[in-house]
């Protein structure tokens, strides 16, 4: 309780020292905020092609690299960055794992990420790509637009559906004038960090390059007594390494583009045989024309790479036992033509496609032994039309969608079964009433469909392995079927001032058959995928955004959520919460812009009670508990040449030590402090 108390009690003193100073510091009313100046943002991803956020049916927020520069990022996860949006409760487990969250009522699977509109994994990628790479976060809420595909990844939750969403992360294209920017800091745990950016254009040429390193001796991240058990800080190096070029072919709107970036993650997790190398590589080749004023071209491909390698140990005998991996590769392409006509209205139609292969293995002594060898690949085709008729925005469209699985090993045997494939037919629709140019009300429904992906099939492990010591990992379930979506929303838009913004959203979602990552067993640490019967998200978010001043802007939003699992043939099962999904999540922060060039930006987060299964007799709860992280930026000079600026990250100030899934807890409080040099 003292804990909780006192993260409040410093988030009450900036705000009442932060109003005493805006009170005497007062602008005229007319001074616009950040939120008027982005009233009327253009938008790209609901068409695939820049259109005005009004024209858009579902709810959409923009996070611009400003927004994302005053936030801290206590586990180098980008989901953190988007931690303080409405709908979705952010959870990554460490520095070294993944964000095992949720969104819109459903897991982190149900939301799909994209860069720059390809498809990438939201668990893997949103540890290894660098946000100083993007300009603009684009989170589209609701049922997600039928022109974007499920993505093949096997790994982690498996394959991933835009039912809940899409965040699109979206890389800078055109250079306005050479920048660059250097920066090291060093932070508790002895982390030393250290990151370069550049930006510049030749002729036709625009290009961006940067990257970053990072050391850190981190710390125990295990509750007590748990299968983690660390001797040894589990010390970690991470190396990120990325480039762009876009080449504008006679205009702005032709061009052709490449991005590279790779990641290598090694380290070890505290003990003398648990040592792992992962690495990350992700590139995307881009070709846009506009042919004439109705018609736009867009042909998109790229590769995901991802070669994750660690050991395990006989734990408690902490002797090697073996060298565990999975090597995966994407390839995703897609073709898009988009036609205007009446005006402003769109009709969009394309083709999409993926290629995946999956393996994993466990090497002893040098000799490697194959688990999971599994080929993946997917076709869609899709159709929609936005037709805008005076104040109403109308939407519809579809999509045809093919996958196959081919198995040639499962759990380190041919299977009976050697190959799978599955047709659907996908819906989406939406409608906008732009009432006035402060109020709009808005509507959305589509469906979804995911099949069991690789992992959940054949797990890491064996079925025998059930219970084994030292068998940490995900059993095998082949008996799974495929789960399908139905998701809805409501909402409502308001913007009585020119610097506020209120947006409330209800939200419906239901999954038959779905599929979940139930714990099965703490120690030794193993889950298994099993189909829980039916499930439902139901929900309602509101979200306010205010810029009285041009030295203040304050945000708050709530989100709650009520899920329910209803299987008939598992008593166990049935009446079940979701899998990781809190029944309420809170966040409040602001900037404000002080006396001597000091910028502070605390935020509260609030997250609500959660469970790990939905096992009625095996889950655990966790939450409630809140946490406040303070970012405290100072402009030491600045020149016609350059700008240096200091800055500090305070993160969970109360020291809260709150405990996660598979034993798995937060450290508490930490810190960051860097130099920033900017010319």
Request: aromatic residues 12%; hydrophobic residues 35%; contains cysteine.
């Amino acid at each position: 309780m003292c804990v909780r108390k006192f993260g409040l009690m410093v988030m009450l003193v900036f705000c009442m020292s932060c109003q005493l100073w805006a009170q005497d510091n007062a602008q005229p009313a007319n001074n616009a905020g950040p939120v008027e100046n982005r009233a009327s943002v253009i938008i790209i991803t609901e068409s695939k092609i820049a259109q005005p956020q009004a024209n858009a049916t579902q709810k959409v927020d923009v996070v611009y690299q400003d927004d994302l520069a005053r936030q801290t990022n206590p586990n180098r996860n980008l989901s953190e960055l988007l931690k303080n949006t409405s709908g979705q409760f952010v959870n990554p487990l460490s520095r070294n794992d993944a964000n095992w969250g949720s969104f819109g009522g459903l897991g982190p699977k149900y939301n799909v990420y994209l860069l720059d509109g390809l498809p990438i994994d939201a668990f893997a990628d949103a540890m290894a790509l660098d946000p100083w790479a993007f300009e603009r976060v684009e989170l589209y809420k609701g049922p997600a637009a039928v022109m974007y595909s499920n993505y093949l990844t096997m790994d982690f939750a498996g394959n991933e559906a835009p039912l809940a969403g899409i965040t699109n992360f979206i890389i800078k294209d055109k250079i306005d004038a050479p920048a660059t920017r250097v920066r090291i800091g060093q932070g508790s745990y002895k982390t030393t960090n250290a990151g370069f950016y550049h930006q510049d254009r030749k002729g036709n040429l625009n290009f961006l390059f940067g990257g970053g390193y990072e050391r850190s001796d981190y710390t125990d991240y295990g509750t007590e007594d748990s299968w983690l058990h660390f001797i040894d800080d589990p010390a970690y190096q991470k190396t990120k390494l990325y480039l762009k070029g876009t080449y504008f072919i006679g205009r702005d709107d032709h061009k052709l583009s490449l991005f590279a970036h790779h990641t290598q993650h090694t380290g070890d997790a505290g003990r003398p045989n648990r040592d792992f190398d992962h690495n990350y590589d992700t590139v995307n080749l881009v070709y846009g024309n506009q042919i004439n004023p109705h018609v736009n071209i867009q042909v998109k491909t790229g590769y995901r790479g991802y070669d994750r390698r660690w050991a395990e140990d006989n734990y408690p005998d902490l002797s090697l036992k073996e060298h565990d991996g999975v090597v995966q590769k994407i390839y995703p392409s897609d073709l898009t033509i988009n036609l205007k006509h009446a005006e402003n209205s769109v009709l969009t139609c394309g083709v999409d496609t993926q290629y995946a292969t999956y393996k994993t293995y466990a090497e002893v002594d040098g000799t490697r032994t194959t688990g999971n060898d599994v080929t993946a690949r997917m076709a869609g085709l899709y159709l929609q039309e936005k037709y805008i008729l005076d104040q109403w925005v109308l939407r519809a469209g579809a999509r045809r969608q093919y996958t196959k699985h081919d198995y040639d090993l499962i759990s380190g045997a041919t299977p009976g079964r050697d190959a799978q494939s599955w047709n659907k037919t996908i819906l989406s629709g939406g409608v906008r009433f732009n009432a006035a140019r402060w109020i709009a009300l808005y509507g959305n429904a589509g469906n979804s469909y995911i099949v069991p992906s690789a992992k959940a099939v054949g797990g890491t492990l064996n079925a025998a392995d059930f219970g084994v010591a030292g068998k940490n990992g995900q059993l095998p379930n082949p008996d799974l079927k495929p789960e399908k979506g139905l998701g809805s929303d409501v909402g409502l838009d308001l913007m009585p001032l020119d610097t506020l913004k209120i947006g409330v959203r209800g939200f419906f979602n239901q999954v038959d058959d779905v599929l979940v990552d139930n714990r099965v067993s703490d120690d030794p640490s193993q889950t298994k995928s099993i189909n829980a019967g039916k499930a439902r998200s139901q929900g309602v978010e509101v979200a306010v955004e205010h810029a009285p001043l041009d030295k203040l802007q304050w945000f708050a939003n709530f989100t709650y959520t009520d899920t329910e699992v209803k299987n008939n043939l598992d008593p166990d099962q049935d009446g079940a919460d979701i899998s990781f999904v809190p029944n309420s999540i809170a966040n409040v922060g602001f900037t404000a812009k002080l006396p001597f060039d000091i910028t502070v930006s605390p935020y509260l987060n609030r997250v609500g009670r959660y469970y790990d299964s939905t096992s009625l007799s095996g889950r655990q709860k966790f939450g409630p508990y809140e946490t406040v992280n303070i970012k405290i930026e100072k402009l030491l000079v600045k020149t016609a040449d350059y700008a240096l600026n200091a800055s500090l990250d305070l993160n969970n100030v109360g020291d809260r030590k709150y405990i996660m899934p598979w034993q798995f807890q937060d450290p508490g409080f930490n810190m960051y402090a860097a130099l920033d040099l900017r010319f």
